[in-house]
């Protein structure tokens, strides 16, 4: 059994949590860059933009309020409305009102954001698949998606450190 003495300090990391921090944070923000730059290079759009683009392809109508876009992106409502407002101005969404609801906006996809995402999706699966899928093995894949779901639910159980919170 480990004493006080022999349990690790729990403010500062071994050398062994260190290197897989460093690793896991270079693989992530690497995969995150390289995507990117993927999607900058080939179709001249940010992934932020495919995020809010696939999200309006997604949804009825083609169209999301605000408060929607918040809830599926995770992103704070002031990062949401400015990308829809850079989106708006080079015509890939269009704000539209909302009968139901005076206070909201729609935020639709246009003609032109849909032609994007058609255009976008097959390079971008290829990349995702040549990163993720290709440099895994099956077993590596199963591994990764059990840890990713532990982890998905250890950042939720952190959002909501007490259930009361989640419950409003």
Same mark, same amino acid.
């Given at each position: 059994?480990?004493?006080?003495?022999?349990?690790?300090?729990?403010?500062?990391?071994?050398?062994?949590?260190? $290197?897989?921090? #460093?690793?896991? !944070?270079?693989?992530? =923000?690497?995969?995150? *860059?390289? &995507?990117?730059?993927?999607?900058?290079?080939?179709?001249?759009?940010?992934?932020?933009?495919?995020?809010?683009?696939?999200?309006?392809?997604?949804?009825?109508?083609?169209?999301?309020?605000?408060?929607?876009?918040?809830?599926?992106?995770?992103? $704070?409502?002031? #990062?949401?409305? !400015?990308?829809?407002? =850079?989106?708006?101005? *080079?015509? &890939?969404?269009?704000?539209?009102?909302?009968?139901?609801?005076?206070?909201?906006?729609?935020?639709?996809?246009?003609?032109?954001?849909?032609?994007?995402?058609?255009?976008?999706?097959?390079?971008?699966?290829?990349?995702?698949?040549?990163?993720?899928?290709?440099?895994?093995?099956?077993?590596?894949?199963?591994?990764?998606?059990?840890?990713?779901?532990?982890?998905?639910?250890?950042?939720?159980?952190?959002?909501?450190?007490?259930?009361?919170?989640?419950?409003?």
């Amino acid at each position: 059994m480990a004493t006080a003495r022999t349990r690790p300090d729990p403010r500062k990391l071994t050398d062994d949590e260190l $290197e897989l921090f #460093r690793a896991f !944070h270079l693989m992530r =923000r690497g995969f995150d *860059r390289t &995507l990117d730059a993927q999607l900058q290079h080939d179709d001249g759009i940010s992934i932020s933009e495919l995020e809010v683009l696939m999200a309006l392809v997604r949804s009825p109508g083609r169209r999301l309020r605000v408060r929607d876009l918040v809830d599926i992106t995770g992103w $704070e409502k002031s #990062r949401v409305s !400015h990308q829809v407002t =850079r989106m708006v101005s *080079r015509g &890939l969404v269009e704000r539209q009102e909302c009968a139901e609801d005076r206070r909201a906006m729609w935020i639709h996809l246009t003609g032109e954001g849909r032609r994007v995402v058609v255009r976008a999706l097959p390079k971008h699966s290829a990349t995702i698949r040549r990163i993720l899928f290709d440099a895994l093995t099956s077993d590596q894949q199963d591994a990764l998606l059990g840890i990713a779901r532990t982890m998905n639910t250890a950042i939720s159980d952190e959002d909501c450190p007490q259930q009361d919170d989640c419950d409003d």
